[in-house]
Structure formats: structure tokens, C-alpha cells
């Protein structure tokens, strides 16, 4: 009996005083509940002891249980404040939260009784204590089987678990989709192209897969193995333009072959320095803020291409290198990444012949500059510069078997027009991309966002050419619209465009992205996303008529 009775003793009276005064530490609002110890602890890991009843700003000497509050702090070293340096004493709490005030000072309790310190816990204390141990018998209980049970089943999953140091999470999608126009879009000329292919428009069914394997072997590392299979295709030979392809589409039916399409290991070099290498499937979107909270995901965000971020986030080409984040979380922050590119058809930074590798190949020097005023305000300042060589297409030959093209070029990623993308017809080229992009929060559910952008370019080989690319987009986001959980989107833009230079064929017109979708939340795992797509003048030509896609996107995680 007296061991049990020893067993259970909590705290001193001088602590019943104190938690019955109206200690909020442990206190919810005057109706809340409290119904699992999960939450109980949630809430005292966010207190800090003190060691004086003068360090808590909101008490005073003549608060009425200023007296019981001291005693607590001075003579038992056992009470906790917020971090704000407040003891917030004029809150209510609930039975359940009393009875974890007192399952708090536990430790300290038995300490002072292990030490025999008999002039700090008197007998008259530990009286008091076993009256208050009766009256609260029950939710103590309640408290102690919840614990047991909770003890049973992490040992339970313990003892399951795929692994101690591996966690496995996924995503599949399902895309219900279908393009619609007069003509397939042709480039535009200075007389004027007018197409004279009728666009075919058939509704597509297809999807996604991807596992994720994530490692961490320090707590702050992590090394992502990613398996993907997919067989979205592109809708861009359907009609004729990059600017309807979807922002979750392969560039050609891989028929939902699984590969391994990511693989990469990032680490704290320091506390604000955080390095990550990819391997392969590299992206600078995933790895560097790109300013488009609400529409950056493949799976969540915006249904088209161009509508995810900015094209200059586009220059890694899912190749393998290298990028520093310093300070990331700071109100100033500074990324920089080297990439070997890996774009289709092009360089590799796995193959060992020459022109290829990790050096010698198509690749990619970034610098961004992140500045964060307040959290509702957020800019970033973007370089780029980037190097692709001159490619044969062995698959192109004349009639005496010469080779006589080369494989196009793709200076931004597949978004905008042919002629942004391949200026020079394949000849080794160089650019240098300029991005400014910006967020604001004026209201936590509104968000306004949007990005332009520059780029310069000119041949390495052959005669001098050089050509100028402008794009631009601006992003509105609603939070919770008409049901907590969705959100309305709406994007509006010019997508790459080669407005002029030396030696090559402009642009001559100028089209327009227009977006708008509704993710709609159906569960914690379960997001449906509806929305079409509208392009004026494809291709930037104006004698091209406009495109639709609608799409109905439906993402699974897990």
C-alpha cells in the first residue's frame, strides 16, 4: 500500500495551489477539450521552466495568488511559462489539463523525496497531495491507460515498421483530358501563316505513379529515391504548339514504364547552409523557391505547363549537379547551383563520350538572390546561364545518307514558342536568363504572385545570330473559396516569345495563357482539380485560332 501510494504522488500542495489559481500552462479555452495525451504534451513541450516568479511579465505582487505562484517557483523549482515569457495565470482549465498539471512536476517531486530534503516536503504536504490524488483518481487513470495503450501500439508499429530509417509516400494521378481548336497552330511569318490542318480532339484517360523512398540517416538529411511510371502524353503534336501541354505530361508515351526518374541526397552543411546533389531528375523548382506557393506542384498545382513557375526554374533539364541554399529561412537568402542538363534527345551527365558528362555537355549555372521583407511579401531576383551544344540527329539524313540537321534546341524547357526555344535551329548556343518574381499575401486566404522574365541568346558556332526572349505571367490564388480545404486559381500570361535579333525569324504576334482551375479538397489524401486551359493566337500568331484544354485532374496521396 505505501508503495503504491508513493508511486502515485505528484506534486505538493503548494502546486495544487497554483494549478487551481488558474496556471495556463497546461489550459485550453474555458470550453475546450482535452481528449488524448498527444495533445496534452503538444501543448506543455511549448513551455520553459523558470527559476523566479519575476521572470513572468503578466504576473504582479499583487495578484491574489502571486504568494502560492512564488512558493511554486522558488521553493520547488517546479513551473513552466511560455516562451513569450508569460504565465498567462487568468485562464481556465479543464479537469483533464489539471491532472496533467500534476503529472508534470512528477520528476522534480520524486526527486526532492529521493533526496530526503524533509524541510521542503513536509507531511502535511504529502496529506494534501493524497486528497487531491483521490479526487483525482479517475482522469489520472484515464490518463495512465491512455499512456499504456499508446506505449503498446508505437511498440507495435515499432516492431512493423518497413524501416528505422526509410519512410515511403506517394502520389497517383489520374487525368481525364481533351484539346480543342479549328487548326493545328503554325509559327507566324511576316506575310502571315494561316494554318489549313484541322486539329483532331480526342478525350484521353491516363496517369501517373509516383513512390517515394525518403532516408534520413542524421535526422536532418535526407536521401529521395523517386519511381515514377506514366502515360500522359503531350498534347503538343495534337495541336501543334508546347502551349497546351499540361503541367504533369511526358514529352512521349513512356506507357507507365517504371523508372527510377529522381534520385538525389541533401544535407546541412551548417544550420543555414543546406547543400543537396542530385544524381538525377534534377529540378531547380524543387530545390529553390520559385514564388508560386498555391500552383508549383505537378500533382497540386496549376494543370498547365507554363502555369507551374517560371521557365528559368526549367534550366536543370532533369540532369544531375549540385545546389547551396544559405539561409533559406532568413529574410535574405542566396541559392546557387551548377547543372549538368539531361533534356531528351540531348546530353547526359552520365554518358562518358565526348561532349557529354558532367562538364563537357549541355549545362546550367544559376544564382538566386530570396528577400523576404515580411512574410507576406516575397521577391526573388534570378540568373541563369546556360550552354547547349550543337547536336546531329543521326535520324536525319538526305538521299547520299549525309546528316544534315541537328537535334533542337531547348533554351526554356519546352514552354512558349518553337522559335523561343530553338532560335538558332540547333546551332551550339549560349543564353543568359534574367527572372524576377514576386509573392503577396495581402489576406491569409488571398494570394497574388507572378513572374517576368529575359533572356538573351547567340551561337557559339557558324555565323554570328542572336535573339531576344520575353515572358511574363501574374498568379491570383483563393484559399478555402466556398468550402475550407479548395482553392480558386486563376493565371494569365505571355509565355515565351522571340521578339527579335540578329539574323533570325521573330515572333510576330503575341499570344495569351489564360487559367483557370478549382482544387477541390475531398479528403486529407484526395484532391480534385478541375479547370480548362485557353491560349489566344498559339504559336504567337494571330491567323492561328485559340485553343482549349480541359482537364479534370484527380491526385491520390499517400
Known sequence: MKKAFWNILKVSPAVALTLLAGNSAFAGEVNGKVTSVAELSQESNNLSQVTSVSKFSDVQPTDWAFQALQSLVERYGCAAGYPNGTFRGNRSLTRYEFAAGLNSCLDRVNELIATATAE???????????RLQEEFSTELATLRGQVDALEARTGELEANQFSTTTKLSGEAIFSVSQAFGDKVAVQSTAAGNTPNQKLGNSSTLSDRVRLSLNSSFTGTDQLQTRLQGRNIVSNRNITGTNMTRLGYDASEDEKNAVTIDKLNYAFNLKDNIRVKIDATGAELNENVNVFNPDFRSSGSGALSRYGRFSPIYRQAGDGAGITVNINPNGKLGLSAAYMAQGLSDRTAANNPAPGNGLFNGDNTIFGQLAFKPIPAINIGLTYAHTYQKSIV??????????????????????????????????????????????????????TLGGWGGYTAASTLTGPTKSGEIWYWA???????????????GLIVGQSPKLTGGKDVTRDFNTSYHIEGLYKVKLSDNILVTPGVIVILNPEHNDKNSAEYVGTLRTTFTF
Open 474 to 488: 501574374a498568379t491570383l490564388g483563393i484559399k478555402d473559396f466556398i468550402k475550407e480545404g479548395n482553392t480558386l
Open 120 to 130: 521542503m516536503v513536509s507531511k502535511q504536504d504529502l496529506a494534501t497531495l493524497q
Open 393 to 446: 540527329d543521326v535520324n536525319d539524313v538526305d538521299n547520299d545518307g549525309n546528316r544534315t540537321e541537328n537535334v533542337s534546341s531547348n533554351l526554356l524547357g519546352s514552354t512558349g514558342s518553337r522559335r523561343a526555344n530553338n532560335p538558332f535551329s540547333g546551332v551550339a548556343a549560349e543564353a543568359s536568363n534574367y527572372g524576377i518574381q514576386a509573392t503577396l499575401q495581402p489576406t491569409k486566404n488571398i
